[in-house]
């Protein structure tokens, strides 16, 4: 692992496949040309619309957004990650998938989300992500990069579920992406917190590209797009609006670190 630089990206996503796709290629050129060699896409990054409309365009929504992240990777020259669009099971159903592609245009890893947003939000808004979405079977794997280091795959919600970036970081994980739709009115209270209680524990950056602002009808999402280090440290913030958070990802901090805080080595539990 090397010195380099990571951007999360910050998109307003709409019931709008092109749109959504040529606004995601401008934040990546624009990452691209500040020198991020690894970019997180958020979750919802191709369509975030009404679920009906998301399942009647669910097949072309997940060639689409294979073929897009692959593109942008080879033509760009950099890691990718496509933090979180549907793709099929052929049940009627959909798997929330995070794809992880190199600079080659070559799948590293993915990810099919594990625990679904069925929440009441206290601002009246009831998600059922369970409606349409098949929970995934396995575990978030860690793609080891010689380069850009360990990377740990999750989705959104699954931040709320410490035990499983505890078995990221038992799997060596470095770097934890964190892409998001976050809801704003649960955001504002436990996005920031959330993502530094994830970076702390387990002594690991935290790259958490997000939605933010309005998408359609009642959806809105809270934005603040981050890159945190080990310590906790908020690194890079994109508030509220689209936009790119970048920040450099330096493993004599990571080594620093988790030799001052060896938390990792004195689980009692495992």
Request: hydrophobic fraction near 40%; aromatic fraction near 8%.
């Amino acid at each position: 692992m090397r010195s380099y630089l990571a951007a999360a990206i910050q998109m307003t996503s709409v019931p709008d496949l092109k749109k959504n796709l040529a606004e995601a290629e401008e934040l990546i050129d624009l990452a691209v040309r500040q020198g991020a060699e690894l970019v997180g896409l958020p979750e919802n990054f191709s369509f975030l619309g009404e679920e009906q409309d998301k399942m009647s365009q669910a097949e072309a929504i997940a060639q689409e957004s294979e073929k897009f992240i692959k593109t942008m990777a080879q033509r760009f020259q950099v890691t990718i990650l496509g933090g979180g669009f549907p793709v099929p099971v052929g049940n009627g159903k959909v798997y929330n998938t995070a794809v992880l592609v190199g600079a080659s245009g070559e799948e590293l890893a993915r990810y099919e989300k594990v625990h679904l947003f069925d929440v009441n939000v206290p601002d009246g808004n009831t998600y059922q992500e369970s409606v349409t979405v098949l929970a995934g079977l396995q575990m978030p794997p860690v793609y080891p990069s010689k380069d850009l280091g360990n990377l740990g795959l999750s989705v959104c919600y699954d931040v709320r579920f410490p035990e499983l970036y505890r078995h990221l970081s038992q799997m060596g994980a470095e770097i934890l992406f964190i892409p998001a739709a976050f809801t704003a009115y649960t955001g504002k209270d436990h996005w920031q917190v959330l993502l530094q209680a994830r970076a702390i524990e387990n002594t690991s950056y935290v790259l958490a590209p997000a939605q933010t602002g309005r998408h359609y009808a009642m959806r809105q999402t809270h934005g603040h797009a981050m890159i945190i280090d080990p310590w906790g440290t908020v690194l890079a913030d994109a508030g509220d609006k689209p936009g790119v958070a970048i920040a450099a990802i330096e493993p004599s901090r990571l080594e620093q670190v988790r030799r001052q805080m060896p938390s990792l080595q004195h689980r009692v539990f495992l």
